[in-house]
């Protein structure tokens, strides 16, 4: 499976590169360095927020809140700035991470301890931290002269020839990679997606492990919210809308299993990659954007049923074997 | 054998014709033959019981019946005529219909949605015809002398009463031939007592009825002929008037157990795990015994006995309402999987693919995982020594794979088993529970298996081994714990072990 998982995502990457040259045989310097570069700065927010999402996903669950989380976050963090200028961006970054954290870490609590679907726990919180967004901020919007300038020009500021935002990006993917892979709460989550009941007999708490997925999620959808807000440059209540969506689908077409316990970090980064590079290219060859969110609909569809094939071919051999157990049954 | 297929003919009439008639019927899986050159009859207003260990291809032969499965050899007879099912849709249309063990309904439908699901009755205009489904359903279950009211739902029924509802079901299609899986399993006996009503009502009609029941007493009450089965072969059938239950019970063991398990003789130790007074709110109560070093208990009785609810409590996957546990003289208190392996029991579970394994993760992934803090140093994990030790215990258990890299979903059932036996033994326990270890792998893997058991208790381990078959019981076990509806009914030592003893235990035919 590992061989037909990296098979998979060196066919992505191809797919991705043959957009990149289609896209710029329409639009002159569409794949010029700097061109892709700021593609991939742009769709940073979406990789670091896909990552979260994947470890959830991982663990048979799913996180619809985290956009929510974002706005809630983002407008914390910007009023903050506004209020009390004099505070330092650490503090500030570390309070979005810790308030994502904490929202994420309520995802996790009712899922563990209460036993509710994660669907129906984060569709319901979804709400809450959207709604809890616009009575903190009373529906105003927190703007780009309200904000100070090291709050706003962090993100992109340039180092090493990327701005740090896609610094951070790159910082995370690591970081994932080496969660997922190196640490024993990265092999639990995959036990506990890929055979939750397996995942109890070795000893593993699957409630803990989606605890600390959504803590995790919860984490970096607060670490976006500074991000999001500080590169557009304000902050209101439908800020990042449906963009849980988004997250979701990063990770679909990256080949993470919906069903849990499949998926690799590099997936989830070439599935953001995807959306994004589809996102910057629409406008730039010209398609009407009545069009593009139809567009971007039928290529996460596509990439579904292409997903769907594929685990139903490893859903063939469980079959084959399930006959044997049969005959004795 | 004088029990072999006797001519079967009734006081009342002088020529039965049998009204299915299965002829040199076989199944095969991959590199198990399920059944072997079956022939049976089934006559009108006659009850024939299907008898047999689990695993002699009972289940298979209702497949084939329901249209679940296709034979690879034989065929079919109905009135004379052949048949083939192409599904279980054509097995009924052919008027034969199953009632499963567990029942399989709907519980938030009503019953009168029940019994016509799939078959509703139509008005005029093609729109369901509720009227006639309530008051059809509502005449079938009188038939049943039933009073349930066809427009509550299957939720707020007792389990009997469900029983009723599949059995209308089943006889809402007009069904011939009606096949029982063990339909008293769940049932106590005044409501045994009205479903034997039934089906005398239902051999009046003059149906034919395929009966499987593990338990004798309610063979020989409700059944006319008997068929034995064993390694999927009808090895027996005539009329239970005529046989004694000992002739019955010879032919479900048959054969000479000594030979095929060459038991390695062990050296028994000091006494390991002992465990008084184990009780569940619900599946077991107040199981005592004692397990020593290099000796190998086995644990016997029907399906629903409670063992395998009994090896989970002990693992403590389920917690137990009473009981202790004593290992090497210590007491231990298991409150979940990871205080079991930390206290070195482990437990093999009987469904490979959804207790064991995580089949989209690779081999050694798989076979590292309860073993994490000991291949992980410094909480990272070590890729490089947990291969060393899949490595280890794939060469110990002869384990067949292109790579250790790859998904255990695609190895073989035998294969995967290996991994599991793996998987525990790198715990290094003291104390192994296999659920019946065997179940589902072919004969070759079977005997490599037991030779593998064998060679873990003469390395001191001590092993429990729940278990349906009884040669492998017989052939491995040191003592037999034999249960029976969650109680104990008694405890064997290897002198006093013979199939019709444990038989008897385990059914409550004294």
């Known amino acids: ?329 | 054998m004088p029990l072999r297929t006797q001519p079967i003919g009734t006081e009342s009439t002088s020529v039965t014709v049998p009204i299915l008639e299965m002829r040199g019927i076989s199944q095969i899986f991959p590199g198990v033959k399920a059944l072997d050159g079956v022939d049976i009859k089934l006559y009108p207003g006659q009850v024939t019981a299907l008898i047999g260990e689990n695993g002699a291809g009972k289940s298979t032969l209702v497949k084939i019946l329901t249209g679940i499965y296709r034979p690879n050899e034989g065929e079919i007879l109905i009135d004379g005529k052949p048949v083939a099912f192409a599904g279980a849709q054509a097995a009924i249309d052919a008027g034969v219909t199953a009632i499963h063990q567990e029942t399989v309904l709907f519980d938030d439908l009503t019953v009168g949605e029940n019994i016509f699901l799939g078959h509703a009755p139509r008005t005029r205009f093609g729109m369901i015809d509720w009227r006639a489904i309530n008051s059809r359903a509502k005449y079938l279950l009188q038939a049943l002398e039933s009073e349930i009211d066809p427009a509550i739902r299957l939720r707020d029924l007792s389990i009997a009463q469900r029983h009723l509802v599949a059995i209308a079901r089943a006889l809402s299609v007009e069904a011939r031939i009606v096949i029982m899986d063990e339909p008293t399993a769940a049932l106590s006996r005044k409501e045994i007592d009205d479903l034997f009503r039934i089906i005398e009502g239902l051999k009046r009609q003059g149906k034919a009825i395929l009966f499987i029941s593990h338990k004798f007493d309610e063979v020989y009450e409700i059944a006319e002929n008997f068929v034995v089965f064993r390694d999927g072969r009808a090895v027996g059938q005539g009329r239970l008037r005529e046989t004694p239950q000992e002739d019955i019970v010879r032919l479900m063991v048959g054969r000479d157990v000594k030979d095929v398990f060459p038991k390695v003789e062990v050296s028994i130790g000091a006494p390991v795990l002992r465990v008084e007074g184990f009780c569940h709110p619900t599946e077991f109560r107040d199981i005592s015994f004692e397990l020593r070093r290099g000796e190998i208990l086995g644990i016997y009785g029907l399906i629903g006995a409670g063992r395998s609810e009994l090896c989970q409590a002990l693992f403590g996957v389920t917690r137990r309402s009473a009981g202790r546990l004593t290992l090497e003289g210590q007491p231990v208190d298991i409150r979940s999987s990871s205080d079991a392996i930390a206290a070195g029991i482990v437990y093999v579970p009987e469904e490979r693919g959804r207790h064991g394994l995580a089949l989209p993760m690779p081999i050694f992934q798989n076979m590292s995982l309860p073993s994490l803090s000991k291949t992980s140093r410094g909480g990272f994990l070590k890729a490089a020594s947990e291969l060393a030790l899949a490595r280890k215990y794939a060469e110990r258990l002869d384990l067949r794979a292109a790579s250790l890299s790859v998904p255990v979903g695609t190895l073989s059932g035998g294969n995967q088993q290996k991994v599991v036996i793996g998987k525990w033994l790198a715990t290094r326990p003291k104390v192994i529970i296999l659920d019946e270890p065997t179940k589902g792998i072919d004969i070759g893997s079977k005997a490599a298996v037991h030779g593998f058991i064998g060679e873990l208790a003469s390395e001191g381990l001590s092993i429990i081994m729940v278990s349906s078959e009884l040669p492998e019981i017989l052939g491995m076990s040191d003592r037999v714990l034999v249960m029976r509806e969650g109680l104990s009914a008694g405890l064997f030592d290897r002198q006093q072990l013979n199939a019709e003893t444990l038989v008897r235990a385990a059914t409550g035919n004294t």
């Open chain 1, 1 to 329: 499976m590992k061989k037909i998982l990296k098979h998979r995502e060196i066919l992505l990457l191809a797919i991705i590169a043959i957009m990149i040259a289609g896209f710029a045989s329409r639009a002159q310097g569409f794949a010029a360095p700097g061109n892709l570069a700021n593609i991939f700065n742009d769709t940073s927010i979406l990789i670091i927020l896909a990552l979260g999402q994947m470890t959830v996903i991982l663990t048979k669950s799913i996180d619809l809140s985290v956009a929510a989380n974002l706005a809630f976050t983002g407008m914390a963090v910007a009023m903050a700035d506004a209020a009390y200028p004099g505070l330092p961006l650490i503090l500030l970054v570390v309070m979005a991470i810790g308030i994502g954290a904490c929202l994420g870490a309520i995802n996790g609590y009712l899922v563990w301890a209460l036993q509710i679907p994660p669907i129906v726990v984060t569709l319901g919180t979804l709400t809450i931290y959207r709604g809890m967004a616009f009575v903190l901020s009373g529906g105003a919007w927190v703007n780009a002269h309200q904000m100070t300038p090291t709050f706003l020009n962090f993100p992109r500021m340039p180092l090493l020839g990327l701005p740090v935002l896609a610094w951070i990006a790159i910082g995370i993917v690591i970081g994932a990679w080496f969660v997922l892979t190196r640490l024993p709460f990265g092999r639990a989550a995959y036990a506990s997606g890929g055979n939750p009941t397996a995942a109890v007999y070795a000893g593993i708490d699957i409630g803990r492990t989606r605890f600390f997925a959504f803590v995790l999620s919860g984490a970096l959808a607060g670490l976006c919210g500074y991000l999001w807000v500080s590169r557009y440059a304000v902050a209101y209540v439908d800020v990042a809308i449906g963009f849980e969506l988004d997250t979701v689908a990063a990770c679909v077409i990256g080949g993470i299993s919906i069903a849990g316990g499949i998926g690799s970090v590099g997936g989830a980064v070439l599935g953001a990659l995807f959306l994004g590079v589809i996102k910057n290219a629409l406008p730039v060859i010209g398609i009407s954007p009545f069009a593009q969110m139809a567009i971007s609909g039928i290529v996460i569809v596509l990439a579904v049923v292409f997903n769907a094939r594929a685990e139903r071919r490893a859903g063939r051999i469980i079959l084959r074997d399930r006959a044997a157990p049969e005959i004795s049954a």
